[in-house]
Every structure is written in C-alpha cells, then in structure tokens.
C-alpha cells in the first residue's frame, strides 16, 4: 500500500522569504514522487517530479524539490517565495507496482504575505 | 489546464437525477482518469481507463458510471445512487501507464452541487 502524509495544513510566509512545503510518503517499492499546485476553482498544475537520479529536483516557476530516502520524504522548496505562489500544494505518490494510481496527500494550503 | 476540457464549469443536480460531466483531451493520451475533490481531503480516484473500451473502478467507483468509446473522451455520469455527490471533479490523462513515471495532467475541473 501507498500513502503521503503533508503533515501542515497550511503555511505562512512573507513574500521574498523561503518556503518549505512538507511531505512525507510510504510505498513497498521505489516511489515516484509528484507535486502539484492548484489555484482556486482551477485544475491541478504539474510542478515537478522525482523518479530516479539526483535528489535535489528543479521545476517550473523557480520551484524545486529534495528527495530524501533514509527520512521518506520530498519536500517542496523555493528559495524567495511570491505573493503569487499562494495557492494549494499537493504532493502525490505512486510505487512501481500502482502503474497508473497516484496517492495524493490532503493538500496544504500556501498563504504568502507581501 | 493544457489540452484537457471539462465542461460544463458548474453542474446542478436535483435528487434522484443522473448527470453526465464531459472530459475531453487533445494530448493522443491512451490513459485517462477521474478524480473527485473533497475540501481537507486530497483527490481520491473514482475510475480509470487505461485504453479505448477499458476501464477500472478506482477507490470510490459506486454511485458513479464511466465509458471510454473514444480515446479522446471519457465521460463520468453521477447517478442518483451517489448519496452525497457534492464536489469538485477532476479529469486528468497520461500517456499509457507502463513504468509508474508517466505524469498525470489535469482539465480544469466541474464542481457539482444539488438542488
């Protein structure tokens, strides 16, 4: 079975400052790793993912992720955050052996302050 | 939102109705996917469709109906045996899953109340 924990309902951050979004996943197998950002009464928008390879992962607008195996975890980061970023992040999981099923955790929410 | 259309925006249902949410994408996508929004609970999976003419129940298929005539189309139809079918839906597509990395990409979504 597979499952991801965003253990922070929503986060708080003023604008230029850094942001971290939190998650934290189990699979039997080698995961596959998404995230996603929503805007409100929008579809989801693909962000970046981790299948193999290095660690530290880059994505679209200034996004990136670290995957980090010994915590199970794949924290979402951006080094000066935008009043724009604010939206609703959700991290997803999939193992080898769920080909098409992705686990989404319960979302958090993203509030950036100018 | 890409290639993929949902429509209608808004859907209303009176009770004991059935309604059909339209989901159609110009990605050449063999896989296709529903997804229903609760608020604080992530996207939960309610069919998929690997194929033309194939599809699966996902986690939570009852009250819910799906075809997949075209590779192009994949229409869910919520009937009146969904008890409590206020919600967001999602459709999403991904080329055909053969390795677990394919990424799923999502319509804009159809949010669905009831009279």
């Known amino acids: 079975a597979q499952s991801v924990a965003q253990p922070e309902d929503q986060v708080n951050v003023a604008e230029g400052n850094p942001l971290t979004v939190k998650c934290t996943y189990s699979v039997s197998g080698n995961p596959y790793l998404f995230w996603y950002v929503q805007y409100p009464n929008r579809g989801l928008q693909f962000l970046l993912k981790?299948?193999?390879?290095?660690?530290l992962v880059k994505g679209s607008y200034g996004f990136e992720a670290e995957f980090n195996k010994s915590q199970t975890s794949f924290h979402l980061k951006k080094p000066s955050a935008l009043v724009s970023d604010s939206a609703l992040y959700f991290c997803?999981?999939?193992?080898?052996?769920?080909?098409?099923?992705?686990?989404f955790g319960a979302g958090t929410q993203v509030v950036v302050t100018p | 939102d890409g290639g993929i259309t949902q429509s209608p925006k808004y859907l209303f249902r009176k009770e004991g109705q059935n309604v059909t949410l339209s989901c159609e994408q110009n990605l050449n996508h063999d896989a296709m996917y529903w997804y229903r929004q609760d608020p604080g609970q992530g996207l939960r999976l309610i069919y998929y469709?690997?194929?033309?003419?194939?599809?699966q129940k996902g986690d939570i298929a009852e009250g819910y109906s799906v075809s997949r005539e075209k590779k192009e189309s994949f229409p869910l139809t919520v009937t009146s045996a969904q008890k409590n079918p206020t919600a967001f839906y999602l459709c999403?597509?991904?080329?055909?899953?053969?390795?677990?990395?394919?990424?799923?990409?999502f319509g804009p979504g159809t949010r669905l109340l009831v009279l």
């Open positions: 997803a999981v999939r193992d080898a052996d769920s080909w098409g099923k992705l686990q």
């Open positions: 469709s690997q194929i033309v003419n194939d599809f």
């Open positions: 999403a597509s991904s080329i055909r899953p053969t390795s677990g990395r394919e990424t799923q990409y």
């Open positions: 981790y299948i193999t390879g290095d660690n």
